[in-house]
């Protein structure tokens, strides 16, 4: 289906479309007549316009040759000297896409005296770790890294753009996907590839309820920024293959808006993400105090305490302990809720855990179907005595 344009050199605004129009569809704005999307293309303005400012086009995407991209690239996050672990997750997704195409994997690390870092990356399953290494790049920069990663892609072409979804992979990726005009879907908790080339993004949608497959067929490059903890990280390699490719920092690429005066480094808490064990609160807990009862059997077992969304809405804990769609996504060896339904919006965060006991009164409760092990009562009566058996266990031990 064809669609009217208006061609402005010729235009000299005379209106005569804007009173033909059936539809009141044309308007002027400004310096500019623009049509809206209530044309219904009648065509009645393109056969009177007394300039012939107006065409037709053809209504057909501009293609592109998938053949020139080639590769799925990697963007190697990473702070104090340490890749961050979503790294080797997209690492490890990279590699099994490549091998369904028969793409090169690569990885880009950007940095400060980042050459043992571009080593380390090499005993993974990477055929060439780009690197830009200059002082200035010690602190991140937004714009900066976001000249580096652009300057990347302009020359090695990847198909596939990798970001952890991130802080940091969340301001930068878009910004590099604005600059090859090209789509990007944020916060991928799957991804498949076609024979063509084309990535199925696949991200919860309408609050978790559907799971949107997402494709970018009329550009390149397609980038995915990817949840951490979703996908099972990359395995070092037993002979390395891959290269590392030292990239020139030109001067006009460090040109910043941001000066960095002070970076003042944050006494890291244990945050959930990286626990191994967790407890999690539902809305089965009827009082704010009673979370001490479940916080007593996390600390048992060497975890933390998790909540869900309702309990930080009701201020009972912080954002940063809630599981799900809107909070964190974990993947601990133990998981178990107590008192919690397994919404959707719950459950996509957690569903990967090795094992979920599931401790709830509702017989019926959806968490009952992911979990490994259910246990159907009031969490009142079976937390206590979990509690109890494992003091005495310990006790026994102790002997």
Request: charge should be positive; charged fraction near 20%.
């Amino acid at each position: 289906m064809g669609q009217l344009v208006i061609k402005q050199t010729r235009c000299d605004l005379c209106g005569e479309c804007i009173t033909l129009c059936p539809f009141n569809a044309i308007t002027q704005q400004g310096d500019k007549i623009e049509i809206g999307p209530g044309c219904k293309l009648c065509k009645l303005c393109l056969k009177n316009c007394p300039r012939q400012a107006i065409g037709l086009t053809d209504g057909k995407r501009p293609t592109i040759d998938k053949n020139q991209w080639r590769g799925i690239l990697v963007y190697a996050e990473h702070h104090g000297g340490n890749l961050h672990p979503v790294t080797l997750e997209l690492i490890g997704k990279a590699k099994e896409l490549a091998e369904v195409v028969g793409h090169p994997v690569y990885a880009l690390l950007i940095g400060d005296r980042i050459g043992e870092l571009a080593k380390k990356l090499l005993q993974y399953p990477v055929d060439k770790v780009f690197t830009y290494d200059a002082k200035e790049l010690r602190h991140f920069r937004v714009d900066v890294y976001t000249n580096l990663f652009a300057d990347c892609l302009q020359e090695v072409k990847p198909s596939i753009v990798l970001v952890g979804a991130t802080s940091i992979g969340r301001s930068l990726a878009p910004r590099v996907a604005a600059r090859f005009r090209t789509g990007l879907t944020a916060d991928c908790t799957t991804l498949e590839i076609r024979e063509n080339t084309d990535l199925v993004q696949i991200r919860p949608a309408f609050g978790g309820n559907i799971m949107a497959q997402i494709i970018t067929p009329y550009t390149r490059p397609q980038f995915a920024t990817v949840r951490y903890k979703v996908m099972p990280p990359a395995r070092p390699v037993k002979e390395p293959w891959g290269t590392v490719v030292n990239r020139t920092v030109r001067p006009e690429f460090l040109q910043s808006a941001i000066t960095v005066r002070e970076v003042a480094p944050r006494e890291e808490a244990p945050g959930i993400t990286e626990a191994e064990v967790l407890v999690v609160a539902g809305r089965g807990v009827r009082e704010q105090k009673d979370l001490s009862l479940l916080e007593e059997l996390a600390a048992l077992l060497g975890g933390q305490l998790a909540t869900t969304r309702p309990l930080v809405e009701m201020g009972w804990a912080r954002y940063t302990q809630q599981i799900g769609l809107s909070g964190r996504t974990v993947k601990p060896k133990l998981i178990i809720t107590c008192g919690v339904s397994g919404a959707v919006q719950f459950s996509a965060g957690m569903n990967t855990s090795e094992c979920i006991v599931a401790i709830n009164k509702d017989r019926n409760a959806p968490i009952f179907q992911l979990a490994h092990y259910g246990v159907v009562g009031d969490l009142y009566a079976i937390v206590p005595l979990l509690i109890a058996q494992i003091k005495k266990g310990r006790e026994k031990i102790a002997l």
